[in-house]
């Protein structure tokens, strides 16, 4: 591989299937690119990455999804308390 990172972002890295990918045009065929994916926030876009990642990863291979979960279980304590926050903003907004 040309790029150190690549290898990192492919198929199975980290027990973890790859996220969709997306180029230009923004519309194309019916399909709209995610909102995320433009926006320039890359901790967002990461995050997204992520979570696509995860959804595709459970539902069409739950056995490399769940070696991930058992080694990133901070994971999913980071992000209950993120969607607790979340919550609490929102009533307090």
Known sequence: MSNADSGETESFSNYLLEYPQYSRP???????????????DHKKVEEWRLEQSLAKTKELRPDLYEKWAEENQE???KKAK?????????QHG
């Open 75 to 77: 994971y999913f304590i």
């Open 82 to 90: 993120r969607e607790a926050r979340k919550r609490k903003k929102e």
């Open 26 to 40: 923004e519309c194309w065929q019916g399909k709209k690119v995610p909102e995320v994916l433009l926006s320039g």
